[in-house]
């Protein structure tokens, strides 16, 4: 049986994937901070499963806290066929001149820092067995610069890099690597860009039908679902109405 390794599944794309690919079933070793949040989801997804659903919390941003983490893997289930780097964040809309260091800090740690620590921590199994899919959730935003986006495109523009990157180093071992890259989807992304302030997030989605967390489990199931001489380098998904990163109609 396969072993699914989602980091960021207690919400959003990472819960929906993790919730999707419970049917095959596939041993799931999940992550996010929120161990409460965790154990929860991993606790419904169990009565959907007859395979292992392993809760892993940790703070990506830490490699220490990674290292740790991702040792403590019960050896069974250790060696990780499919890796979705899907953990990450957006942190204020702020231009340049006003930005602050540590909303900065959180999103380079996280989104690039925090997708490299656990990329290199499971790519060595993957690499030994010549065998492995790894996932990196981009964005429209790996593409384009929206007004007050800065930093967050720029991390986004990494992971592209990143994705390139694998792709080349780990063609000799027979591992596939995607990046999915969404345009607007409604999950708690606004939300946690400003702060819980949710008037301000449900205006990002008003008047067009955004993506859905589940839109984006589909589109992870179907790549990993080809045959295994067939990789999809990269898929673009925006709502029907988004035309690109920074045109939506309203
Ligand atoms: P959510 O806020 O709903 O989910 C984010 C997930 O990432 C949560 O499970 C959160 O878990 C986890 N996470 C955040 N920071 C850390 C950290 N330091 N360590 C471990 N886990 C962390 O947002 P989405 O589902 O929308 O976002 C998922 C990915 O998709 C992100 O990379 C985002 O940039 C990207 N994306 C989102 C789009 C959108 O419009 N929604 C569009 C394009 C890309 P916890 O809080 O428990 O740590
Ligand atoms: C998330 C979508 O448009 O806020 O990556 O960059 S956007």
Redo the contacts with the bound molecule.
């Keep these: 049986m396969k072993n699914v390794f989602v980091?960021?599944?207690?919400?959003?794309?990472?819960?929906a994937i993790a919730q999707t690919l419970s049917k095959y079933p596939f041993n799931l070793i999940l992550?996010?901070?929120?161990a409460e949040?965790?154990h929860q989801v991993c606790e419904e997804i169990r009565q959907t499963t007859t395979a292992e659903v392993f809760p892993l919390?940790?703070?990506?941003?830490d490699f220490k806290a990674c290292k740790e983490a991702i040792d403590s893997i019960p050896a069974h289930i250790a060696d990780i066929d499919i890796l979705i780097n899907?953990?990450?964040?957006?942190v204020e809309l702020n231009p340049v001149h006003q930005g602050a260091i540590e909303d900065w800090e959180?999103m380079i740690?996280?989104?690039i820092k925090?997708l490299l620590y656990v990329t290199r921590l499971i790519s060595p199994s993957m690499v030994q067995r010549k065998t492995g899919h790894i996932i990196n959730?981009?964005?429209?935003?790996s593409f384009e610069v929206y007004g007050g986006g800065n930093v967050?495109c720029a991390t986004?523009h990494a992971v592209l890099a990143l994705t390139k990157a694998m792709r080349t180093d780990f063609l000799p071992y027979n591992i596939r690597v995607t990046q999915v890259?969404?345009?607007?989807?409604?999950?708690?992304?606004?939300?946690?860009r400003f702060h819980g302030d949710k008037a301000k997030a449900d205006k990002v989605y008003e008047g067009y039908d955004?993506?859905t967390?589940q839109d984006?489990a589909d589109i992870v199931e179907f790549v990993i679902t080809r045959p295994a001489h067939v990789c999809l380098n990269e898929i673009t998904v925006t709502p029907t109405a988004q035309f690109n990163g920074t045109v939506i109609k309203h």
Excluded: H, W
């Excluded at 992550?31 to 929120?34: I, K």
């Excluded at 899907?86 to 957006?90: H, I, M, P, Q, V």
């Excluded at 959730?137 to 935003?141: D, E, F, K, N, P």
């Design positions: 980091t960021g599944a207690t919400s959003g794309f990472g819960l992550t996010g901070r929120n949040k965790l919390p940790f703070d990506v941003q899907n953990a990450g964040l957006a959180r740690n996280t989104n925090g959730i981009g964005s429209t935003a967050y986004k890259s969404p345009g607007a989807a409604e999950t708690n992304f606004s939300l946690v955004p993506l967390a984006i």
